[in-house]
Every structure is written in C-alpha cells, then in structure tokens.
C-alpha cells in the first residue's frame, strides 16, 4: 500500500507553546487529508478534513483557531496545536487518500503522541 | 449522525477463531472498514467492503449486510500477536471515516 509519513513520533512541549506536525504522503498524490485524535483506551475522533489548496473542514466541537491545518500541497499537510495545554495531550494521527477513481482507502501515517507539561 | 457499536474487549484462545461484530446507523453509507491498531501504533487496513458478502484475506474475512447495518470480522487460526485493538469504521458522506469504539482482543495460550 501507498506510505504516509508523520512526523514527529512523539514530541513533549511546554505549556502554553505551539507544536507543528507533519504528515506527508510518499508515493501518492494526496487530495485529502484527515486529522484524528485519540485518548487512551479510546477511538479515533476525526478532528478536521483537508483538501489541498483550500480551507479545512473542522468538525464540531474541534476549535479552528487552536487547531491550524494546512494543505498546501498535495504531498503535505500540516496540523499546528497552538497554545498547548495538557488537556491537548493525545495521540493525533494523519490519514491519507488520493483522489482516483480507485482510491478506496485511506493510509495512516505512524501517529504523534504529544505531551504538553 | 453516524453511531457504530462493536464490543469493548473479546478473549479467544490461540489456533482458534474469533468473530468480532459490528453494527452500525450512518446517515450515507460508501464502505465499511476495519483496521488493526497495536497499543501506541497508528491503525493498519485489514479489508473493505461496500457490497453484501464475505472478502476474504488469507486468515482474515469480512463480512457486510448493509440492509441489517451489519459487518463482522473473522479472524481463524488465531496467534498471540493478533492481540490487538480491532476498529469498525463507516465511510459516509464527504469521504470521512467515523470510527467505533473498537474491540480489544486478547489471545491467550
């Protein structure tokens, strides 16, 4: 299957900062990109749905102004957690999907567990 | 809304078979999917199904019955490293994946 790549694995900031995560698709265009949340013992919650070149969908409850995505290209994604609290920290986890007619699933990237003390 | 229930935990033995259920109330419906997540990894696709009927994938299986809002997961010949989080997700409208709550399995000796 096609590789989409997050970086960083795990990241620990301090309160009150803002971190930046990648997720990069590897070997395919990626039309849309999805962030997840998850907290321990829980499932993914979709947080927002990008498409390259245009605003991000946020969902309910997901605060846009906290939570800045970026889709600029069709390889990259960016989601920026800003202003950091420990309540924020989770595991987030990008999801991938090209735009053919084929492109039935969409590929995960490995997940960055952040830690905000 | 999308509501997708599957078990919490299920415990099997090795070398047996395991079926982990899935039901599910979306409004729209492009495909069901279940995926595999290990404690601390992102998930990994196991199959898909959009039409009624089993796939079948080497040890795995799905199933789907979209009248009931139905889907199982057969896994046979179970091992140990099929413990695991088995999560139930249902794409609809917008191309958005709504996951469960997914079901913990453990295999035991």
């Known amino acids: 299957g096609a590789v989409v790549s997050q970086h960083p694995s795990w990241v620990i900031c301090k309160s009150g900062t803002s971190v930046k995560i990648e997720c990069r698709s590897l070997?395919?265009?990626?039309?849309?990109m999805f962030w997840y949340r998850q907290f321990p013992k829980q499932s993914l919650m979709l947080m927002a749905t990008s498409n390259e070149g245009s605003k991000a969908t946020y969902e309910q409850g997901v605060e846009k102004d906290k939570f800045l995505i970026n889709h600029a290209s069709l390889t990259l994604s960016t989601l920026t957690v800003t202003s950091a609290h420990p309540e924020d920290s989770s595991f987030y986890i990008c999801?991938?999907?090209?735009?053919?007619?084929?492109?039935?699933?969409?590929?995960f990237g490995q997940g960055t567990r952040l830690t905000v003390v | 809304g999308q509501n997708i229930d599957q078990p919490t935990e299920m415990t099997a033995t090795e070398g047996a078979i395991v079926q982990i259920n899935c039901t599910y109330q979306t409004s729209g419906f492009n495909g069901l999917f279940w995926y595999q997540q290990h404690a601390g990894e992102a998930p990994t696709f196991l199959s898909y199904?959009?039409?009624?009927g089993l796939e079948e994938k080497g040890r795995f299986s799905s199933f789907l019955s979209r009248s009931k809002g139905y889907s199982y997961l057969l896994l046979k010949e179970l091992q140990m490293k099929d413990s695991a989080s088995y999560l139930c997700a249902v794409r609809g409208g917008g191309n958005k994946l709504t996951f469960g709550t997914g079901t913990q399995l453990k295999v035991e000796l």
């Open positions: 999801s991938a999907r090209g735009g053919g007619l084929g492109d039935t699933e969409a590929f």
């Open positions: 070997d395919f265009q990626a039309t849309t």
């Open positions: 199904n959009v039409l009624d």
